[in-house]
């Protein structure tokens, strides 16, 4: 589980950048990060909005596994 610090900074370049964020949470090639992409290049609110929800209520434990290891896991 991420500490407090890791999802406010994942909350602030989810506000900057909206697909970042998510490959953050998610991972690169996630279902996630793909709609996240679509909808801040369809327009930047509601990229901002999907990866907000994204961060905070997607539970990625219910969907991990290793192909999907997300940038700063840490298995220890």
């Known amino acids: ?3 407090r ?3 406010c900074c994942e909350l602030l ?3 900057l950048l909206p697909p970042v964020g998510v490959c953050f949470r998610h991972g690169c090639c996630s279902v ?3 709609i996240c992409l679509l909808l ?3 327009g930047y609110v509601p990229g901002i909005i ?3 929800y994204a961060i905070v209520f997607v539970d990625r434990d219910e969907y991990f596994d290793e192909s999907r290891r997300p940038l700063y896991y840490s298995s220890a």
């Open 50 to 52: 999907y990866a907000l």
């Open 40 to 42: 801040t290049i369809l």
């Open 13 to 15: 370049i989810a506000i």
């Open 32 to 34: 996630e990060f793909c």
């Open 1 to 3: 589980m991420p500490s």
């Open 5 to 7: 610090c890791a999802i």
